[in-house]
């Protein structure tokens, strides 16, 4: 059984942090690209971040470069997106995904498994 469930979620003020996780069950993230994918209301799902399958290399997109940060607990199988210094402008649904044996294209449906999403939403 093939499974990812993001979590960590929640509200937060401006300028403050949130940790998301992203936990596997019925695989091993060694063998994935991992991305980090958010949506907001009325606008379309976007890249934030991937560590690529291939050589653990990490991308971030620009809006996020130096506030948000990836890793990983191998003994957990579970995945991590630190974000700082939120803004109002990152709250959406955030998702992690995964590809099989990748390096992090930025479109979404190139990715085959989904977590269900949690909610980050940031306020002033």
């Known amino acids: 059984d093939v499974q990812l469930q993001a979590s960590g979620g929640g509200l937060v003020q401006a300028g403050g942090s949130l940790r998301l996780s992203c936990a596997a069950s019925g695989f091993s993230f060694d063998d994935y690209a991992i991305g980090w994918f958010r949506q907001a209301p009325g606008k379309e799902r976007e890249g934030v971040s991937c560590?690529?399958?291939?050589?653990?290399?990490?991308y971030y997109g620009d809006s996020v470069k130096g506030r948000f940060t990836m890793s990983s607990d191998n003994a957990k199988n579970t995945h991590y997106l630190f974000m700082n210094y939120l803004r109002p402008a990152d709250t959406a649904v955030y998702f992690c995904a995964t590809l099989d044996g990748s390096t992090c294209p930025t479109a979404p449906r190139y990715y085959g498994h989904w977590g269900q999403g949690t909610q980050v939403t940031v306020s002033n």
């Open positions: 560590i690529s399958a291939v050589d653990r290399s990490t």
